[in-house]
């Protein structure tokens, strides 16, 4: 079950990646929701939208990325 922080979150990502090809999350009330996922269930969460996700600096960033391969397109 998706909390209300993850689905903001995934709707500011969706709407991010609408206009630039990578979305970068650093600030850290946008990191507390993504961190509760596993790997797996990041990337889970990034594939079921379309996007491929990457952890960078430690934990630190979460990238975002648009993933045309994964939108069955």
């Known amino acids: 079950m998706m909390g209300e922080e993850l689905r903001a979150m995934g709707a500011k990502i969706d709407m ?11 600030h850290p009330s ?3 929701a993504l961190r509760q996922l596993s790997d797996a269930d990041l990337r889970q969460f990034a594939q079921e939208r379309g996007w491929r996700s990457v ?11 648009n993933d045309v391969s994964m939108r069955g397109v």
């Open 30 to 32: 946008e990191l507390r």
């Open 16 to 26: 991010v990646l609408s206009v630039q090809p990578q979305y970068f999350v650093t």
């Open 55 to 65: 952890r960078r600096v430690g934990g630190r960033q979460i990238e975002f990325y």
